[in-house]
């Protein structure tokens, strides 16, 4: 289990569940679930049009992700997010779906898109996945106030001279670097279910912001390993595993705020 392919498995799977846990809390928190949607499954057409084009898969990932990010951006500045996310996510999903049927590869390379190839990750790929997972990393780190502050409070943010606009922008870049390295080990459906049932369990939980980007994490990190885990004795779909398990947590989280005193409702520490 933990020699061969599978030893490239657990560090990238892991790289990608600390990512997902980080930018997954504030996706939650700043309400952009729909973009933590969107934008890895809208990054499926970089990498279908570059396996069409016989270019490095995760290059493409990243040109098309920062490009939805920025439509995602552009578009919400002038429109209501929700509008701009859905029509970035249409449009991708429809070039996707072209190049796709473009090439000799279709049924393969769809299916490893969508769903990941976290048992057939290579020695070679484990080095991009955790530099653009360490580069995810640092861009939150560096801005985890500002982030904070445009989350929780954007009124006091603006007051400030923080610029939510900016924040936004920044953030949905992040978290394309965070979908160029996720996508090719999780997929793009798989990646939804890893970054938000975590961090909205963790919501849950507790309102302290360090906490709660730490217990994200750690959710995030015992549904992959857990994962893997049952992916390798049974060879059922480790899609079933990740989504059940994000699924779970959450309803764990939900009982634990319904027994816990007071619940969540503010977020303090800012």
Excluded at 142 to 169: C, I, K, N, Q, Y
Excluded at 202 to 230: K, M
Aim: charged fraction near 5%; hydrophobic fraction near 60%.
């Amino acid at each position: 289990m933990f020699t061969g392919l599978m030893a490239n498995t657990w560090i990238a799977a892991s790289v990608v569940a600390v990512v997902a846990g980080m930018t997954g809390y504030f996706a939650v928190l700043r309400g952009q679930a729909f973009a933590a949607h969107a934008i890895p499954n809208g990054a499926f057409a970089g990498a279908a049009g570059a396996s069409l084009l016989g270019v490095n898969v995760i290059a493409g990932l990243a040109v098309v992700a920062v490009a939805s990010a920025l439509g995602i951006g552009a578009m919400g500045s002038k429109a209501r997010h929700d509008v701009a996310t859905a029509l970035t996510l249409v449009l991708m999903l429809g070039l996707g779906a072209l190049f796709a049927s473009l090439s000799a590869q279709y049924a393969q390379e769809a299916y490893s898109l969508l769903f990941g190839q976290v048992a057939g990750v290579s020695s070679g790929e484990v080095a991009p996945i955790a530099g653009l997972g360490l580069a995810a990393a640092v861009a939150i780190g560096v801005a985890f106030r500002p982030l904070m502050l445009t989350s929780a409070l954007p009124e006091v943010a603006e007051a400030r001279g923080v610029s939510t606009r900016r924040a936004d922008l920044y953030f949905l870049l992040v978290m394309a670097v965070a979908t160029s390295m996720t996508v090719p080990v999780v997929g793009a459906l798989l990646m939804f279910s890893l970054m938000i049932g975590p961090a909205a369990a963790a919501r849950c939980v507790t309102a302290r912001p360090g906490f709660a980007l730490a217990l994200s994490v750690a959710i995030a990190l015992a549904i992959t390993w857990l994962s893997i885990a049952l992916f390798y004795r049974t060879n059922w779909p480790l899609g079933f595993f990740v989504g059940t398990g994000a699924a779970l947590f959450y309803l764990i989280g939900l009982g634990a705020r319904r027994v816990g005193p007071g619940g969540v409702a503010t977020i303090r520490s800012v």
